[in-house]
T-cell receptor, first 114, second 112 residues
Framework: DAKTTQPTSMDCAEGRAANLPCNHSTISGNEYVYWYRQIHSQGPQYIIHGLKNNETNEMASLIITEDRKSSTLILPHATLRDTAVYYCIVRDPFYGGSQGNLIFGKGTKLSVKP | NAGVTQTPKFRILKIGQSMTLQCTQDMNHNYMYWYRQDPGMGLKLIYYSVGAGITDKGEVPNGYNVSRSTTEDFPLRLELAAPSQTSVYFC???????????FGPGTRLLVL
């Protein structure tokens, strides 16, 4: 089972920041937080990942709380093309075997509206 | 390069038929994965491979078989199709277990 809890759905106005929360209260010290998204019927797409420091790339920012029990993915200027299901995944990428694999929950369906 | 490609895009099978879902990657990735996604659900790992000749079971392997004879190809075999195998199948690859997984466009399978 997924180790994360996300809201089922969220709306965001086009051009505004989209803030997607994720709870991972049982995260262990070696586990990273990964974010993927899945645009309708396509394969999932990697967005960003982090361990404990905040991270930013060309797609998004990831804010991880100091206790690492929750995080927020920020899309700074959401567009209609950002409408997708967003998955927050916790994993230890250095763990051998299937335990190190990605476990997808149901994610958050983000709808960006004009 | 094309990344991860999957064929066919869509297939209808009758119960008991068999088929092979093809997956090819041109990124020289060592790791390859097969997932299935049922409607409204997240992806579940079926099988994965850490390199040519090495495969291992994921979360939901029953009813499927895989092989990895080359770095590029990772076919998924359904021997006796059942309605419960109606799903969308995604193949993915990564350079190592730590690296980002890149996903193919998926194969939509309907078993009637």
């Amino acid at each position: 089972d997924a180790k994360t809890t996300q809201p089922t759905s969220m709306d965001c106005a086009e051009g505004r920041a989209a803030n997607l929360p994720c709870n991972h209260s049982t995260i262990s010290g070696n586990e990273y937080v990964y974010w993927y998204r899945q645009i309708h019927s396509q394969g999932p797409q990697y967005i960003i990942h982090g361990l404990k420091n905040n991270e930013t790339n060309e797609m998004a920012s990831l804010i991880i709380t100091e206790d690492r029990k929750s995080s927020t993915l920020i899309l700074p200027h959401a567009t209609l093309r950002d409408t997708a299901v967003y998955y927050c995944i916790v994993r230890d990428p250095f763990y051998g075997g299937s335990q190190g694999n990605l476990i997808f929950g149901k994610g958050t369906k983000l709808s960006v509206k004009p | 390069n094309a990344g991860v490609t999957q064929t066919p895009k869509f297939r209808i099978l009758k119960i008991g038929q068999s088929m092979t879902l093809q997956c090819t990657q041109d990124m020289n990735h060592n790791y390859m994965y097969w997932y299935r996604q049922d409607p409204g659900m997240g992806l579940k790992l079926i099988y994965y491979s850490v390199g040519a000749g090495i495969t291992d079971k994921g979360e939901v392997p029953n009813g499927y078989n895989v092989s990895r004879s080359t770095t590029e190809d990772f076919p998924l075999r359904l021997e006796l199709a059942a309605p419960s195998q109606t799903s969308v199948y995604f193949c993915a690859s990564s350079y190592s277990v730590q690296e980002t997984q890149y996903f193919g466009p998926g194969t939509r399978l309907l078993v009637l």
